[in-house]
């Protein structure tokens, strides 16, 4: 399918020159490595074709693999000397991307089109001070520029982005600055030699929410300040919503719907955009309210995990780093407890204690009266089948070299009760489980999906009948619709092996759907702790209030900037 | 830093005082008798156990090596005969063959050793990267199979075939370069360099194909990083991308390597110092050995060990150094 | 807890990429170049095993002398051009006693290939344990095996392998010694390489979840670490393959090499070395078989390499690069 | 295969080291006119320019009382003059011994007991001090201090009171069997006759020291010279040499050594490849350049022989000296004579020789004497093996021993690779000996090792490679170590390892050793030899060939049959 539809932004309107985009008929295709499959074409963008008028902004959005990325590096030639098979036609502001010359792409790229990627530290290079990369970018498009006017324009640039103190941060390297000023100096580099289209891949996807907003808002004003056009290409349909004036949803390489935001979200034409939408968690939605007799307030006897002023720091000495600080947590059979924070606020260090991954530097920890803090790795093996632990991300947690099947078997082979044809039933049932075909034993994780490969982890964590799995950022990598499919897994597995929960996410969304209580910390701290929707509805600690503001909302589409 | 340097020395002093026992031992075990060897081919038992006497090799092992250890720390005094000799500390002892000071030998030899392994690493490593850069970039062509073919031969061939070869060609036929001579550095640089052009080369050579593999695949490594590609994309040009952006993250763990294996190259490099007649501690050790002569052995391992774990010191920090975002990460 | 750990964990690591998944072996199968290295590497092991029956066929023995063959006036270079080859010598005889080169490089390669990949074996053995323990240990271990390590390497060979040859009895077959003194020396290297690779395979989650099914350290050694150190231990050895050939040959030159009469390819490089022009087939023949076995394990070693590591294919591909599954978090919320 | 030397070739025997340390070496031809002739570049020979000596083996021991050398060494005869010499001459007439310090070769008394030494007039040291017979004296007696051992075993074993003695430092009084009645007459008196003792009077232990310069063990480094040149710079453990013009040393007080170049170069740890790649190539100094310890190879030999230009610059030098199997009869199954005899004539010469590097640097031999007339040459073939050997005969003899299933014996070498008794002459061996059938299992030993079983009366093998050289030309130091009765040696280093201990041969050597008339001795050690032979103890080998390769500039080759190689004190580059 194809769609023609010429996108301007209400702001801009109609203007008589061309389009500052134009893709027709684009198709990548990629040859897989040698012996990875007999066909080994993949197609990642199938006839895919849109405009953009000077001034516009469009969302391109999809869940990984939909080639929205492929599509957005197209329009910079980046695909060019990779081995990839580009066919149709891409115009960039008169330029035909496809036509032009080396000289001439090397012209465009930055000049007339710049780019901003996901991952800001990556994206930088380590070894050189943030002002020298930006100054080196404006001298290849300015010849003639001296070191000192690329220098000075470099700090200018940095200066609108909104870094402090812009000419002597300019001489700082990457590592030196906070993600947030990171993704802000990657904006400047953009911004350095004027482009008249800006493409923004997951600008925000490796950030806090709280930055994810101030970055959002600075794409916002710049659009306003400059006149530029933006592509913004998102898997989150909330950041597009408020950021962009058409969308375009893609899936498998094909465009499935094209039109202002407005539309595509209040009244989606297709069943793919109407299912994405369904599964976007909201913050504002109240859990579905549990059906079984759940221990609202349970009796003392009923406390699975007990942690009081735990602590834990890294390194020795002056180094030294607290990252976990005097927190005190209950966790009660059969409950879920939300842990929300974000980067750094020491959750995953605290996830990882509760179940022993890490030893605690001070506090106690008790499971089910024992002081499990400070046992020894031998101590420890009894009690580790009851604590499991589910990983963020699945395509490290599952090691790539052995069957899933061995990897879910694990567990079940070091504790030695069952023999080897108990086991291999155990598994069957245990994928079937969770919603896998048990004949998938003797397959290797890279032939999963993501999700399934993260009920693979929740297989293997079920496995030696454990009383409390820590949930680690368990959905964080997933697309949304494969995330409420295992957020959903995770809620019936609780409901029906009276598991204890400790959900632990930097998304107040998903956390809302799960948990019966929530904590949020901050810097290694609780700041915040009670039921989950009192805090969700009452938050008492403005770090709290603020974080819940700062969480992108598909309604804001409906009030445009 | 200092607090992490001062670790590794006391660790690199312990090294270095297994090492001795260790050799101690081993020469314990090794067949022959030092004071037979020492004394001449026709000697009578008699005087065999007079040498054995002023050597003091009929003391027990383990006061022999308490003497070695003063030694060391203090110093120690030999009767040469008609006077006593004061050996001042670090004092590895007298050879067993001809009473001169170990730690006088070692001095003397050292500075060939050291221009042999600083040139030969040199020559490693252009040659190498050199390599390794040309077949990551895929842009070789011609130049990239000469040189990769070039640096695997060279890792095929033992040293005492490449460099009779080298010789024969450039001394021999050519008559391009003179035959090495050793020239210290501090004489005359220039013909230091140019005599010590072709034991590099060899050496170089044998050691280069490692670190061509290590250059590719670091470099194919760093140029799929995120950073590269941004700066492709914003129209800089390839060429530019590799010297500005990509050489020096690639380089670092080859350079890293490089100084672990200077250690060993110091101690190691045997066959090229008898190959062209360098005076290095290698021929040293060769001849010591045969010989039996303990102080020198152990005096020459010792060395050897003190530049290892200086050099594995070296490598550890500029790793480190290197991987700063491995570990802020 | 290493050697335990070694005797057990050893085969698997070994046989931990046949029994990855099929791609491995398939993406193997595509490169031609690893296929004719591999195939190389192949008919050299025929021909090392098949010596006697080579020998027999060409009706040579390896250590008979051919008294008339050799110009005994000059030196005892082989009468007859190219060193001598004839329809009875099909590779010429050796300079002085006039035996049978063919023969002797069949033979050779038997020690050869035995000592190298001997001592690559004792090299893995070695470096393998010794770097997982020191990543898995305490400070304690860890500093202590480093220091384990800086002592063997500045060991120097030569007084070690003249020790070592003196301590075991003569009857002890000398190739098998050999492989020992070189694996013994020089495992450095591949265990500073385990170490880093253990490392950072630490800090993937995988070997959490392992350490969380109970099982002591060294079972999540063996099943988790040592499957996934296969790729870059498999790697290092075809480096260290060729290297201790060449070992070989230059103990031989020291004096400490196999014993006469066996034939071994070092052994004939060393005693070769003069022979550059009065007999250059002499030189060329055992200098050429080793660079064939160095070229063939390099290409060989990239070859498994890639297929071990599918990122290879896609390595300069732009977007395709290494994509963090860091907090990529499905934040968006209506 | 000698590159390896600076490891392999070590003191197996007397006769290594002298080639080792001393350069030095006796020869002769196998018959008297194919003597090796001098030669060397065209015109006649001019003082000045600078004489490079390109050597493996470093000078390692440079003090005259540790060197052991045979006539005195080639290199340090250029500082050391002693009480006789050699006489620098081609072939055979520089197997004489000739005055040096002394006015004449001796004068002996009380059957050759006594020997008496007048000194030349007007000799002098470096620093114009004249030369007395006190500082030869003391010259002697150090050789006898602990700290200066590495000397010839002739001092200890002939001087009275020599066997106990040690040496100044702790025997300040000296040694009262040396006489020194004025300043230019030295008496020296021995236990038992021995009428080579002006031979043995041409070893550096008969140079003088003056004892107020004598600073111990450190004297090698500054040793005060008597003769042409005087070291300027000793380093790198012997490795460089620089000797200069002693301008005290009279050229009339000397009559052998010509001394033409003005320095002497001397630049060791080379490896024999590249020697004689340098001499052969002969750019800038290297055209000046001359070695006294390195030999052309076999590859290098075939090479050279094809260049009519290299091959004119080949000195071809025989040096007394031979490499033979040696059985051991306390061990079975060499205690009976026919096995002996069997593998005597089972020996194919011709492979061994090849081995050894063919037949220009090796010569097949069935006498244990070298083929030198001087040493008392006599030929003789008891057990005639032919060229390649009889296989046929051996097996008889075996059968006839009780062996007619074959036989299987170990042979024991050194695996060092050098010349002597390298593994491939040991291989050679073996491969011989198959034919007769007799397996031979090799034993190849780390060179120390080796050469501390050969010579232990305990660990002695049955069956081993071994060689013999000459420490002056002459039969009584080639044939009373190795089979003279009296010199088995339990608790040290045994050379008669025969342990033959035969009344008649005993008497016959000290009957010998009174004869001070040279060419009498020689005949009847000759007869010795031969009457020795007959019991098959030994199985010669070969004798060495050595081929010298020197400069295109160098002048004046004299190779004398004493040493077998070049005399550095007789070459020009001028």
């Not at chain 1, 720091?313 to 407890?337: H, N």
């Not at chain 1, 395509?395 to 070091?414: C, H």
């Not at chain 4, 009976?336 to 097949?364: C, F, H, M, W």
Request: proline share 6%.
């Amino acid at each position: 399918m194809t769609t023609q539809l010429t996108s301007g932004g209400p702001a801009a309107g109609r203007r008589e020159t061309g389009p500052l985009v134009a893709v027709s008929g684009l198709s990548v295709a990629f040859s897989a490595g040698p012996g990875e499959g007999s066909g080994g074409i993949v197609r990642a963008v199938d006839a895919l074709s849109f405009e953009l008028a000077p001034g516009g902004a469009l969302g391109i959005v999809g869940e990984s693999g939909s080639g929205k990325s492929t599509a957005a590096y197209a329009l910079l030639g980046l695909h060019r000397d990779t081995g990839a098979d580009v066919t149709g036609s891409v115009t960039v502001a008169g330029h035909d991307v496809q036509a032009a010359d080396d000289a001439g792409l090397r012209r465009l790229r930055g000049g007339v089109a710049a780019m901003v990627f996901q991952d800001p530290l990556s994206s930088l290079d380590p070894y050189q001070a943030v002002g020298d990369q930006i100054a080196e970018v404006y001298r290849v498009h300015h010849r003639d520029a001296s070191r000192r006017e690329a220098r000075a324009r470099a700090a200018e640039v940095l200066d609108r982005v909104g870094i402090p103190d812009a000419a002597r941060r300019a001489r700082s390297r990457p590592h030196e600055f906070s993600g947030g000023m990171r993704q802000r100096a990657l904006i400047a580099m953009a911004l350095a030699c004027r482009p008249q289209l800006l493409v923004a891949d997951e600008p925000t996807t490796a950030l806090d929410v709280t930055v994810q907003d101030q970055i959002l808002g600075l794409l916002r004003e710049l659009r306003a300040e400059t006149g530029m056009g933006l592509i913004l290409v998102t898997h989150d349909l909330g950041v597009a919503a408020g950021s962009v004036d058409d969308l375009l949803v893609m899936k498998d390489g094909r465009a499935v719907e094209h039109g202002p935001v407005r539309d595509v979200l209040h009244a989606p034409r297709e069943d793919y955009t109407r299912d994405l939408l369904a599964a976007v968690p909201r913050v504002n939605v109240r859990r579905e309210t549990r059906t079984d007799g759940l221990p609202q307030a349970g009796g003392d006897d009923s406390v699975l995990l007990e942690a009081s002023a735990l602590r834990r720091e890294f390194g020795r000495g002056k180094r030294a780093v607290t990252a976990v600080d005097d927190v005190s947590l209950t966790v009660r059979a059969g409950e879920t407890v939300g842990v929300v924070g974000e980067s750094g606020s020491g959750k995953t260090t605290l996830g990882r204690m509760l179940v022993r991954l890490l030893e605690p530097t001070g506090g106690r920890l008790s499971y089910r009266g024992r002081d499990i803090g400070g046992m020894k790795e031998r101590e420890l093996r009894a009690f580790r089948s009851e604590l499991q632990m589910v990983f963020q991300d699945p395509v490290s947690s599952l090691n790539p070299r052995r069957s899933i099947g061995e990897s879910i078997a694990d567990p079940l082979r070091a504790a030695g009760k069952l023999d080897d044809a108990a086991i291999v039933a155990r598994v069957r049932e245990l994928l079937e489980r969770v919603g896998l075909d048990p004949a998938s034993y003797h397959r290797y994780p890279h032939e999963f999906s993501g999700g399934q490969r993260q009920r693979v982890g929740i297989a293997r964590a079920l496995a030696p009948e454990p009383k409390l799995i820590v949930c680690d950022e368990p959905v964080s990598a997933l697309d949304v619709t494969t995330q409420a499919q295992v957020v959903r897994l995770l809620g019936e597995l609780q409901r029906d092996l009276g598991l204890a929960l400790v959900f632990i996410a930097h998304d107040l969304a998903v956390v809302r759907q799960v948990s019966d209580r929530l904590v949020v910390m901050r810097g290694g701290r609780i700041v915040e702790e009670g039921p989950a929707d009192t805090v969700y509805e009452r938050p008492a600690h403005a770090y709290t209030k603020g974080l819940l503001a700062a969480v992108p909302r598909l309604e804001a589409a409906e009030a445009p900037a | 830093m200092t607090g992490y340097l001062l670790r590794r020395a006391a660790g690199a002093l312990a090294v270095l005082l297994v090492l001795s026992v260790v050799v101690y031992a081993t020469f314990y075990i090794a067949p022959g008798d030092p004071a037979r060897l020492a004394c001449g081919p026709r000697c009578n038992p008699g005087q065999i156990a007079q040498v054995r006497a002023q050597l003091s090799l009929g003391d027990p092992v383990y006061l022999q090596y308490w003497h070695f250890l003063q030694g060391i720390v203090a110093g120690h005094d030999y009767s040469t005969g008609t006077a006593l000799l004061h050996c001042d500390a670090p004092c590895f002892g007298l050879s067993y063959q001809n009473n001169q000071q170990v730690t006088d030998m070692l001095i003397e030899r050292l500075p060939a050793t050291a221009s042999l392994a600083v040139g030969a690493m040199a020559v490693a490593l252009l040659l190498g990267t050199g390599t390794g850069l040309l077949s990551a970039l895929r842009r070789g062509g011609i130049t990239e199979r000469v040189l990769t073919w070039l640096t695997l031969a060279g890792t095929a061939t033992p040293v005492f075939i490449s460099g009779l070869g080298l010789l024969m060609l450039f001394c021999a036929y050519l008559a391009w370069l003179p035959f090495p001579t050793y020239v210290p550095l501090t004489g005359d640089p220039e013909q230091w360099a140019w005599n010590m052009l072709l034991p590099w080369a060899a050496l170089g050579l044998l050691e280069s194909a490692k670190y061509a593999r290590l250059m590719r695949s670091s470099m194919l490594e760093t140029l799929a990083e995120d950073h590269i590609r941004t700066f492709r994309a914003y129209g800089v040009a390839e060429r530019k991308l590799v010297t500005r952006h990509a050489l020096r993250g690639a380089v670092a763990p080859v350079i890293a390597l490089s100084a672990a294996d200077f250690g060993s190259m110091f101690g190691g490099a045997v066959l090229t110092e008898m190959m062209f007649g360098l005076p290095g501690i290698g021929a040293l050790l060769v001849h010591a050995t045969t010989t039996l002569d303990l102080p020198v052995v152990v005096a020459v391992v010792m060395v050897t060990g003190t530049a290892v774990v200086i050099a594995n010191i070296v490598a550890d920090v500029l790793y480190a150094a290197a991987d700063r975002r491995v570990a802020l990460r | 807890m290493t050697t335990e750990l070694l005797t057990t964990a050893e085969p698997e690591a070994g046989t931990a990429p046949a029994s990855g998944p099929p791609q491995v072996w398939r993406r193997l199968r595509a490169r031609k170049s690893a296929l004719a290295a591999a195939a190389v590497l192949g008919l050299l092991v025929l021909l090392a095993l098949a010596a006697p029956l080579l020998a027999a066929i060409e009706g040579q023995d390896p250590n008979a002398y051919h008294d008339t063959l050799v110009d005994s006036a000059r030196g005892g270079v082989p009468f007859g051009d190219f060193g001598g080859i004839s329809a009875e010598h099909w590779l010429g005889v050796e300079p002085g006693t006039g035996r049978d080169l063919f023969v002797r490089l069949v033979y050779g390669a038997r020690v050869s290939l035995l000592v190298a990949v001997g001592a690559t074996a004792v090299q893995i053995l070695i470096g393998v344990g010794i770097g997982l323990a020191a990543a898995l240990g305490n400070r304690l271990v860890e500093s202590l095996l480093t220091h384990v390590t800086d002592v063997m390497v500045a060991m120097p060979l030569l007084v070690f392998a003249i020790a070592l040859m003196a301590v075991v009895p003569a009857d002890f077959p000398r190739p098998v010694l050999l492989a020992i003194a070189i694996g013994l020396l020089q495992w450095g290297g591949m265990a500073r390489l385990v170490r880093a690779q253990t490392l950072s395979l630490m800090k993937l989650d995988f070997v959490s979840a392992a350490r969380l099914t109970g099982g002591s350290t060294r079972r999540v050694a063996r099943r988790e670490l040592l499957p996934s150190l296969a790729a870059p231990v498999i790697t290092y050895a075809a480096v260290l393959l060729p290297t201790n050939i060449v070992m070989e040959a230059s103990m031989s030159f020291l004096g400490v090499g196999v014993k006469p009469p066996t034939p071994s390819w070092g052994h004939m490089l060393s005693t070769a070395t003069t022979w550059f022009r009065a007999d250059p087939m002499y030189v060329l023949l055992p200098a050429l078989m080793l660079f064939v076995t160095t070229l063939a394990f390099t290409v060989l070693g990239d070859g498994v390499r890639a297929a071990l590591d599918p990122r290879e294919a896609s390595r300069l591909r732009v977007g395709r690069g290494r994509r963090k599954a860091r907090t990529s978090g499905a934040g968006g919320a209506a | 295969m000698r590159h390896m030397s600076v490891i392999s070739r070590r003191v197996a025997a007397a006769a290594v080291s002298v080639v080792l340390v001393g350069g030095a070496a006796a020869a002769c031809g196998p018959k008297e006119g194919d003597d090796a002739k001098g030669g060397g570049a065209e015109g006649a020979p001019q003082k000045g320019g600078t004489l490079t000596v390109l050597n493996r083996a470093p000078q390692k021991q440079f003090d005259p009382a540790r060197l052991y050398t045979s006539g005195g060494g080639n290199i340090p005869s250029l500082v050391y003059r002693t009480l006789t010499t050699r006489h620098r001459a081609n072939g055979a007439e520089g197997t004489k011994v000739v005055p040096d310090l002394a006015a004449d070769t001796g004068t002996p008394s009380d059957d050759a007991k006594t020997w008496t030494y007048k000194l030349k007039d007007g000799l002098k040291y470096e620093d114009g001090s004249p030369i007395t017979s006190a500082d030869i004296k003391y010259g002697v007696e150090r050789s006898f201090a602990a700290e200066l051992s590495g000397g010839a075993p002739y001092l200890r074993d002939w001087l009275i009171g020599g066997d106990t003695y040690q040496g100044p430092y702790k025997e300040k009084k000296g040694l009262d069997s040396i006489e020194t009645p004025d300043e230019k007459t030295i008496v020296f008196k021995l236990k038992k006759s021995e009428g080579d003792f002006p031979y043995f009077a041409a070893s550096t232990q008969f140079a003088p020291v003056p004892k107020a310069k004598d600073t111990g063990a450190k004297y090698a480094e500054h040793p005060v010279s008597s003769g042409p040149y005087k070291v300027v710079k000793n380093a790198g453990d012997g490795e460089q040499m620089t000797l200069e013009r002693n301008p005290n040393w009279s050229e009339e007080t000397d009559k052998e050594r010509h001394a033409y170049p003005d320095r002497i170069e001397v630049k060791s740890g080379l490896s024999s490849a590249v020697i004689n790649q340098r001499l052969s190539t002969g750019s800038g100094p290297d055209a000046a350049a001359v070695t006294t310890d390195t030999n052309l190879g076999p590859a290098e030999l075939a090479q050279v022989t094809g260049d009519k230009n290299l091959a004119a610059r080949v000195g071809t030098g025989h040096f007394g000296q031979t490499s033979y199997l040696a059985f051991n009869p306390a061990v079975k199954p060499f205690d009976d004579p026919k096995v002996r005899q069997a593998i005597s004539y089972a020996i194919n010469r011709t492979s061994v020789v090849n081995a050894a590097g063919g037949s220009s640097l090796a010569e097949p031999t069935t006498t244990f004497l070298p083929r030198q007339k001087p040493l008392g040459y006599t030929p003789y073939d008891h057990f005639p093996a032919g060229a390649k050997g009889d296989a046929a005969k051996a097996k008889e003899l075996l059968k006839e021993a009780g062996h007619e299933n074959g036989l299987e014996i170990t042979l024991t070498h050194s695996t060092a690779q050098n010349f002597e008794t390298s593994p491939e002459v040991a291989t050679a061996v073996q491969a011989a000996l198959k034919e007769a059938g007799i397996t031979v299992k090799l034993e190849g030993l780390e060179d120390n090792d080796y050469d501390e079983k050969i010579h232990s009366f305990e660990k002695q093998p049955g069956l081993f490679i071994a060689h013999w050289g000459a420490d002056w030309p002459s039969g009584g130091p080639f044939l009373a170590p190795v089979f003279d009765g009296r010199q088995i040696v339990k608790d040290g280093a045994n050379f008669n390892t025969a342990r033959l201990d035969d009344p008649k041969v005993n008497d016959e050597i000290d009957a010998i050793n009174k004869i001070t008339d040279h060419d009498a001795a020689a005949q009847r050690w000759g007869a010795l030899d031969r009457k020795i032979g007959e019991q098959a103890l030994t199985v010669p080998l070969f004798n060495p060939v050595y081929k010298r390769l020197f400069g295109k500039d160098v002048k004046n080759v004299v190779i004398s049959n004493w040493t077998g190689v070049l005399d550095v004190s007789q070459v020009a580059v001028k």
